[in-house]
C-alpha cells in the first residue's frame, strides 16, 4: 500500500510544541526533496510561492491554508497529442533510411574491362553474358533435347574456355554420369532413369588429398521456363568461380568438385544419383549447395551444417554476409512449400554444408517470366563475391580432413543489416538465454524496488500494481493477436485474401495497425483509469514495459527449452530492454517519464532496424510463396502471425511510450480507423492481388484422355478433359472464365470410386490438392505426341505357395510417367522392384510412384508380389494406373490446349501440357 496522501497538523498545541518543525513521514519526505527533512516551515514558505513555481517545483505537492500537506503523485503533464506522428515518424524514417536501404543494397558489379584490375575478383558481367548463353538454349526439362544434349555441350565447351586460360599447377577432370535409382521423396518413391550430371574436378596437379569440397547446382528448369534465376543464375556463378581460381597461383589443399546436376526439379533426383553412385561422392566432405526461389536479390544462407558449426567460422569471411538461423528453422519444419538438394546429400551422404539461394521476386520463380532481363548483374556480384570467398576459404580448410572430429551440435546464426555476422552453438546459445534471463527479471525487480521507495508506496503496492499490469499486459498481446486473426478471417471470408500480394505496403494497415491497437487499447484505458494513483505515470508505464519483458522471457525459457535456435531473437529483444533499463537506473532517469522515455527510445534504436530488417526479408520471401502454396489454408493468417511475432519484438518497447501523449485514447482509434481503411481499400479493385508478367496468379493445367478399365477388360470410363491445379487461395477469382470451358467438377468428387481419383496427377502435391482442383469434361481428344503409354503384364510366377504371386510388368511412354499400385480383394503387397520403403514400413496401399528419364528411354521393367488369403486369383488382385506427361513438347501445346489458355484472364500464368491416365485390372 502507499502512504495516506494527506497528513494534518495539529492546530491546538503548546507553544514549546508549536516552536519545533514538524516533519514528515520520512517515505514522503524522501519523495518531496531527495530524502531531506521536510518541515512545515518550509511547508508554509513554499505555500506563499506562485502557483507556477510550486508546480516546477514539485508538481505532485499541494499545500492549504491550515498546513495541511497533500502529496497525491499527479500525473505528470503529458505531451499534447500533435507530438504523436512526429513519433511514429520517428520510427519510420528510421526503417526508411536503414533498413529499406540495406535491403536492397548491393555491391557494384564488375564488367570485363576491370579483369585487369581486378585479376582475382568475381566478373559480374562474365557470369551474364554466360547466363544470356545458357537461356538462349530454352526450358531445360529432364528427358529434353535441350537438358540431354545441348545443354550437356554447353558445359563442356564452357569447362574448355576455362581450361583454356588456366594456370598450369591446375588440371581438370570431366565426367559426364548417367544413372538409375529411386527413393522416398515425402510420401511418393521418386525413381529415375538414364538422368545426366556434369561433374568438374579442379585440383592442383600431384595433389593426392582425398578429401574434396563439393559445389553444387542444377541446369534443368521446369516445364516452360528459361529458368534464369532458377538455377541458371547459380550455374553461371559456379563456371565463373570456377575460372577465376583456376586462373589464379593461390594454392589448393583440397580438391574442388563443381557438380553441375541435370534433374533437380523432379525433384532432387540427379543429386541422388551423384550422392549415391558417383566415383567422387564419398570422397565430398564439405558442400556448397547453390539454389533458388526467385529471381536476383541476396542470396540468403539459410541451412547449415548440421551438426558442424566451424563451417560458420568461414562463412564469416565473406563480404556480403545474409544469413539466419530462423530461416533455416522455417525451412526444415516444412513451412516452406520447397525443397533442395541440400537434403539429398545430408541424408543419403552424410555430408555437412551450406545451403544458399536467393529468395526475393519470388514471384517469376517457376514461371517462363524468369528471365535474364528481370535478374540484376549486381546479383551476380553479390554472389560471386561470396560463393569464391568460401570456395577458397573451405578448399583449404584443415577440418576438411577429419571432419567427424569437428561434429559439435548445431549453430545459432544471423547477420546484422548485411554489415556482419554473427554465430555461436547453440549450447552456447542455452547459456545466453539463461542468462540474459536471469538478468532481466533481477533488473526488473530492482527496478520495481526503487519505484516503491521514490513513490513512498510499499513494495507489496507496487507489486500489486505489476501483478495487474502483467495481466492487462497478456491480455492484450491476445487481443492483438487476435484482432489480426479476425482481419485475417474477415478478408478470407469475403474472398479477398492475398490483396497485399503485389501491394506488400497494404499489410501495414490491415495487420500492424489492428496489432497496435490490440497492445495499446486497454494499457491506455488503464492508465486513464488510474490517473490519480500515487504511483507516477512514468512509473506505470515503465511496468508495461516490464511486464512485457517478463513476458519475452517466459517465451525465450519454453523456446529454448524445445531447442528452438530462434529464441535469439526474444533473447535480443529482452537484452536491448536491459541495457535500457540499465541506463534509466544508472543515470536516474527512471525518476522523470520523459527522459526515461528518451533513453529508451535510443537504446531501442537498434533492435528496431534489426527486427523490422529481418521482418520484411521475412515478407518479401513469404508472400511471393502463398501464390504457390494451395489453396487449403489462408494465407493472410499467415501474414497476421508472421506480423504479431515480430510486432512483439519491434513495437512491444515502443507503443507503450504512446502513453504519454494527450488524447490516447484518440490515437489509438485512429490506428483503428486506419485499420478500417485498409479494409476497404483492399476490398476494392485497387487492392486486387495480381498483375501480368509481374506477380501472376498460378495455375497447372494437363489437358488429358483418361480411359478406366473394368475387370473383365470393358471400359467404364473414356473421357477428354481439362485438369485445373489453382495454387493459390483465390479459387474463385478467374471461376467465370474457367467455367467457359464446361463444366467444372471437383476432382475430389472422383476420389471415393477411383484410386487416386482417377486423374493423372502429377506428384503427390496434386493429390493433397483434390479439394480444390477441378476437372472438366470436354468433347474434343488431345493431340498426343507420342504413343500412349504402355503397360505390359509379361508373366505372373507362383511364389512360396499357390497364395502368393509375383506379376511382372514392362512399361513404355513419355519421359514423365506416373504409376499408381493399389491391391484388391483382400490381397496383401508383399514386395515390389521399386523402392522398398513403403513396404518395410507397412504403409497401406494405393501407392504414388514417379517415374522420369533422360538419355535412357529403354522400357522400364518391375515387378510387384502379392499374397492373397481370402480369395483365389480368379479374382482381380492388382489395379494400375499409368499417367503419361508430355511435358516438354511444343507440338503438344500449340495443338488444340493453346485454345483453352486463352480462356484464361491475362494475369494468370498457367503451366500447361498435354497427358493421359489409363488404369487397368489384373
Known sequence: MCHQLTRTTRETRDTQNAQQPQLLPSAVAARLAGHREYTAGDAQERATMPKSKRSQHDPHIRFNSKYHIDVDFEVPKKLQWYYAPAFFGFWFVIYLSLVNTQINHMPKPLLRTDEASHPRDFIAQRAEDTLIELTRIGPRVVGSIANEVTTVQFFRDEVAKVQAEANDRFEFELDVQ??????????????????????????EKGNTNENYLLINSHYDSVTGSPGAGDDGSMVVTMLEVMRVIAKSDEP???????????????????????????????????????????????????????????????????????ANTLAEEIFQAGLIPSDTDFRIFRDYGGVPGLDMAYIFNGYVYHTKFDRVNVFPRASFQHTGDNVLALARALANAPELDDIEAHAEGHNVFYDFLGWFIIFYTATTSIIINVIVSVVALLAIGISVYFMSVRSGCSLSGVLLRFGIILGIQLVSLALAAGLALLVAVFMDAVDRSLSWFTEMWLIIGLYLFPIIVGMSLLPALYLEKTKRDPLSLGFRVQLFMHSHCVCLVILIIVLTSISIRS????????????????????????????????????CHILPFTYFTYICTVALKTLIPMQGRSGGSSNPDLTIAILMWLFSLMFAGFIVPLIMFFRKTRTIVLCFLAGTILFIIIAVTDAGFPYQPKTSAQRYSLIYAHRILHNADGTTRTDESGVYVYPQDRRLSIAEDEIKTIGQTHKVSEFCEEEMFCGMPLYNHRWHKAREYSLWIPVNEQPQIPTAYPTLTLQETTELDGSMQRRFNFSLEGPDHMTIFVNVKNNAKLLDWSFNETLIRENEPPPHFV???????????????????????????????GIGGHWVHHEIARSQGLGAYLDRFPSYTYVQAWVGTYESWYF
Open 252 to 322: 589448393l589443399a583440397h580438391p574442388i568438385v563443381f557438380l553441375f546436376n541435370g534433374a533437380e526439379e523432379n525433384p532432387l533426383q540427379a543429386s541422388h544419383a551423384f550422392i549415391t553412385q558417383h566415383k567422387w561422392a564419398k570422397n565430398c566432405k564439405a558442400l556448397i549447395n547453390l539454389d533458388s526461389a526467385g529471381s536476383g536479390g541476396r542470396e540468403i544462407l539459410f541451412q547449415s551444417g548440421p551438426n558442424h558449426p566451424w563451417l560458420m567460422k568461414y562463412y564469416r569471411q565473406v563480404p556480403h554476409p545474409f
Open 567 to 602: 529464441a535469439y531473437f526474444i533473447m535480443l529483444c529482452v537484452l536491448f530492454d536491459i541495457v535500457a533499463l540499465v541506463v534509466n537506473l544508472v543515470t536516474k532517469w527512471h525518476r522523470k517519464a520523459y527522459w526515461f522515455a528518451i533513453a529508451v527510445m535510443i
Open 178 to 203: 548417367q544413372a538409375s535409382g529411386a527413393y522416398m521423396h515425402w510420401t511418393m518413391v521418386n525413381m529415375y532413369q538414364g538422368i545426366q550430371n556434369v561433374v568438374v574436378k579442379l585440383s
Open 850 to 880: 514417379y517415374f522420369s528419364y533422360g538419355l535412357d528411354n529403354s522400357a522400364l521393367e518391375f515387378t510387384i508380389d502379392v499374397e492373397k488369403t481370402t480369395s483365389t486369383f480368379d479374382t482381380p488382385t492388382l489395379e494400375i
